[in-house]
């Protein structure tokens, strides 16, 4: 066997092997909303997360799950395994299927999360062999329970230039169930937008009543803004024997599946209302019948987009790449088309998807930025009691802004 560099553990979401993909963790359930959920449990409910995970390979591996408490920053938190968890802290997945007529063949595996018994945030590690260096897979994953009540408010943005392009948003916490010697310190709230991991803001305390134990965050300025956004471009890979929606060919070369989705171009016009999954996908196979984890095709799959070529970088992002600006992600200029490309290797279903623009002064200059848009907000209160070993996640709630579902 060749050299194999060593893995080091990322505290996020991220494959350490190339043939790790469709990486998914949601609420069990059978609806396409639960697979859309984000990754979040209440303490001692009934409904579970669920990890799943295709490996791209002809022969099953054993796999093993750790979990990691974290703070709110993600970082290691002083929580021992026997404080958050009643079993050792390596779990085996044992549930897996082989892939059924596939031109690609792979292995679908899928685990379910045990009970927690501490709140936080958490990373799972998904490792080869009971080695714990031999890392295929981290996943970020949160545990709640709402022991503060939490209010939160969407609205224009206070800021006269940002006022048709910004949502900002109001919070405010009672922590009548806690005790806390500094609420500024022992509290902090944490906002994400659309399950982005750089769509999220650290909100800061802007009035603070200890005698009736509330907390306001309502800051005035442009330290609350999100830009709106503009709604996510999409595509239908559900089916390789016609073209779905944006896909201008589809079909098979060397037995392989393919599809080329539509030349893109920058959006000039105002804002356009359309239903999209707020950069999140799900798998679908129309021609499978029905068992869409193993019937699925993964599909070379090209992105194009036409402007002029330009010393700025140009990104596509959607939770399908875990929004990750890297070498895959970033679009090479093509020089007989004249179009920036990239090309994904895809689980058949319906993606999200958007671009981002290195520069600075205009990192939606592809996409606009409209205060309409829809956005699903996430709202994390964390704690640190006296003593704790790490942050606890006492409450969270969601502002589906401008829901249209």
């Not at 970088?313 to 020089?335: C, E, H, M, P, V």
């Not at 490309?341 to 939606?364: F, I, R, V």
Request: aromatic share 16%.
């Amino acid at each position: 066997m060749g050299f194999q560099a060593k893995k080091e553990l990322r505290f996020e979401d991220e494959t350490y092997e190339s043939t790790i993909k469709t990486v998914r963790m949601y609420p069990e359930g059978s609806s396409i909303q639960s697979s859309l959920a984000p990754a979040i449990a209440e303490l001692d409910q009934t409904t579970k997360l669920l990890l799943e995970f295709d490996d791209l390979r002809d022969d099953a591996d054993y796999y093993f799950v750790q979990f990691i408490h974290c703070n709110s920053d993600w970082t290691p938190s002083d929580l021992r395994p026997n404080m958050y968890l009643n079993n050792f802290n390596e779990f085996e997945v044992e549930d897996f299927e082989f892939s059924s007529e596939s031109k690609i063949n792979y292995v679908h595996y899928k685990y379910r999360l045990p009970q927690f018994q501490s709140t936080g945030n958490y990373i799972a590690v998904v490792y080869r062999d009971r080695n714990k260096e031999d890392i295929i897979l981290s996943k970020r994953f949160r545990v709640y329970q709402n022991e503060v009540g939490v209010g939160g408010n969407i609205s224009r943005s206070s800021s006269v230039g940002d006022r048709l392009t910004h949502q900002r948003i109001e919070v405010t916490i009672n922590y009548g169930n806690l005790n806390s010697i500094d609420p500024r310190e022992d509290f902090k709230v944490i906002v994400r937008q659309n399950q982005r991991p750089d769509m999220q803001l650290k909100l800061n305390p802007t009035f603070i009543d200890e005698n009736s134990k509330v907390i306001r965050y309502q800051n005035l300025g442009s330290e609350n803004d999100f830009p709106g956004g503009n709604e996510f471009r999409y595509f239908d890979l559900s089916t390789v024997n016609f073209k779905g929606r944006n896909v201008i060919d589809a079909g098979f070369e060397n037995n392989k599946p393919f599809a080329q989705l539509g030349i893109d171009e920058m959006r000039k016009d105002g804002y356009f209302q359309n239903l999209d999954l707020n950069g999140q996908y799900y798998i679908r196979d129309l021609e499978g019948g029905g068992t869409f984890a193993i019937t699925s095709e993964y599909i070379a799959t090209t992105f194009s987009l036409k402007t002029e070529k330009r010393l700025t970088d140009i990104y596509l992002l959607g939770a399908f790449n875990n929004w990750k600006r890297d070498r895959q992600s970033k679009l090479k200029w093509n020089t007989q088309k004249e179009v920036y490309e990239t090309e994904y290797l895809l689980k058949q279903g319906w993606y999200d998807y958007s671009y981002w623009s290195a520069d600075p002064t205009a990192p939606n200059e592809f996409e606009q930025s409209f205060f309409e848009t829809e956005n699903l907000y996430e709202i994390y209160v964390y704690f640190k009691p006296i003593g704790g070993r790490g942050d606890i996640l006492v409450g969270y709630s969601r502002i589906d802004y401008n829901g249209r579902r």
